[in-house]
């Protein structure tokens, strides 16, 4: 059950900004182990090594050495020496993802490649300022969609209000009941 303190541990959880310094790293393998509980224990299925200085490991998640579902990942490691000692210097993970778009990406991917390929300046363009991207997207949406969906979504919300207002109409009559009859 999700306690405020664990929401409001979500909510600043480390792991969702890059991780800067030995403290904050060591926090957050506190927070991550703390998580795991006493059960739960990676699985490293490989580690490649470059060279002296970077590595990779395929990892997973086991409960009493069962496979846990969608726990499988990848980390890299770029290190350095300093003396005698190797220091991570920097690490990526890189978690399944429990959704397979499968063909559909795929065929997205030609698409747009495609676009790159005969539109090669405004790729370019594009590729520098990313951000551009967004705008634009944002402006599409205000111009030719805000005005079908928002009514939409304004109208479910307002739905799931009116339900959440029942039941806890509901909820109440049936505490005041409880509490005449419990006494």
């Known amino acids: 059950m999700l306690t405020s303190r664990t929401i409001a ?13 030995k403290r904050k790293l060591c926090n957050s393998f506190e927070q991550l182990m ?27 998640l086991e409960w009493k050495r069962a ?10 490691y770029e290190c ?16 399944e993802s429990p959704i ?3 063909g559909i990406v795929l065929t997205l991917l030609k698409n747009l490649t495609s676009l790159f390929d005969d539109f090669p300046k405004t790729t370019e363009w594009l590729l520098k300022s990313p951000q551009v991207i967004i705008q634009y997207i944002v402006k ?3 111009m030719f969609l805000a005005a079908f969906i928002n009514p939409i979504v304004t109208g479910y919300i307002n ?5 959440i207002r029942l039941l806890g109409f509901a909820l109440n009559i049936l505490i005041n009941i409880l509490k005449i009859f419990l006494k």
């Open 9 to 21: 541990a979500l909510r600043n959880a480390p792991f969702l900004n890059h991780l800067r310094g």
């Open 100 to 102: 397979k778009p499968g």
């Open 140 to 142: 599409i949406y205000t």
């Open 67 to 76: 496979y846990i579902p969608f726990t499988r990942g990848c980390s890299f």
């Open 159 to 163: 739905m799931w209000n009116f339900v």
């Open 80 to 95: 350095s020496t300093e003396g005698d000692r190797l220091l991570i210097k920097k690490a990526r993970v890189v978690i």
């Open 34 to 60: 703390a998580s795991m509980g006493q059960n739960v224990k990676f699985n490293v299925e490989h580690i490649c090594e470059d060279d002296e200085l970077t590595a990779g490991v395929n990892w997973h």
